[in-house]
């Protein structure tokens, strides 16, 4: 392996046997434009059949590494904690096992880290009837100022880097989510409550985001489908750059099929909002009536 140290420490956390999803996210990973990273494959849990494609996925990159535990009681976080105090890269990336990055992920990522320590991108949404669409949970784009911090830290975990100067600078760093909170959601708000902490929101998506849905999700095999087919789409640049137009083009109709439904006026059982207090008095008054 080669001695000099990474741009990118990235890490790679799953569970239980979802082993058959790896090789789609890390095909993601080792088709990416930024070759210089290593990648830590965080084990919660994970089924022996997992650990025969990590070890067959480790064979063939040595860039690979696989951190093997017992299964936490929450998301495996403190895992996490452990392995970024042996991180060798300047910068720090996640992906969840189920996302696929676009081919320039690392790249942009790259570009931002070096004017600010915390960033964040854009995903195009595949939805369950394979439509697109851009989105992103932080609510802002560009320099995060102090105002944007306290609630607007919903970052999807694929989407997320910062320094790792950055990352041992935290009082805590990766630590159990307290019963009730999203695992990533109480992670960045370390990063964004910290005083150093400059961040900076793309607007380009890099990311396709496929959502769980309600527990458990589909199943590995479904998803597995699902991984395939993308995947194949994110090679050559000209498919990148349709799917991101067609992610546009989807948000955009998005908007309008918003923007029409605010213009109808809101019915409850047939009847408009200023009208439902006379209908209710007249229902009562009719019941009085009653024997």
């Known amino acids: 392996m080669n001695s000099s ?27 990416q434009t930024e070759q210089n990273f290593e990648l830590f494959i965080i084990g919660d849990g994970i089924a022996d059949p997992s650990k025969s494609i990590i070890k067959e996925l480790q064979s063939s990159d040595p860039r690979i590494r696989f951190f093997d535990h017992p299964k936490h009681k929450r998301r495996g976080e403190v895992y996490r904690h452990q392995a970024l105090k042996v991180a060798r ?30 960033a964040s991108t854009t995903f195009i949404n595949v939805h ?13 784009f560009g320099e995060a100022s102090a105002s944007d911090h306290p609630n607007k830290i919903g970052i999807s975990l694929s989407n997320a880097a910062h320094t790792i100067d950055l990352y041992h600078s935290l009082p805590h760093g990766w630590r159990t989510t307290p ?36 527990f458990p999700g589909i199943s590995v095999s479904q998803r597995v489908n699902e991984l395939k087919k993308w995947s194949k789409k994110l090679q050559p640049a000209e498919a990148v750059q349709k799917l991101r137009e067609e992610a546009q083009q989807g948000l955009l109709a998005e908007w309008s099929d918003l923007k029409m439904r605010s213009k109808s006026p809101l019915l409850i059982k047939g009847r408009r909002l200023a009208e439902l207090p006379l209908a209710i008095l007249q229902k009562v008054s009719n019941r009085l009536k009653k024997p």
Not at 107 to 116: K, S, V
Not at 180 to 193: E, K
């Open 179 to 214: 019963k009730g909170l999203y695992t990533d959601v109480y992670m960045w708000q370390q990063f964004l409550d910290h005083a150093d902490c400059c961040a900076y929101s793309h607007t380009k998506p890099t990311s396709l985001y496929f959502k769980r849905g309600h």
């Open 128 to 140: 369950e009837n394979q439509n697109l669409s851009t989105g992103q949970y932080i609510g802002y």
């Open 5 to 31: 140290k990474p741009k990118f420490t990235i890490i790679l956390p799953t569970t239980g046997n979802r082993g058959a999803l790896l090789p789609h996210s890390i095909g993601s990973i080792q088709n």
């Open 89 to 118: 890269g300047r910068n720090v990336c996640y992906i969840c096992d189920r996302d696929l990055w676009l081919p320039d992920h690392l790249e942009t990522m790259d570009a931002i880290l070096r004017d600010f320590n915390f």
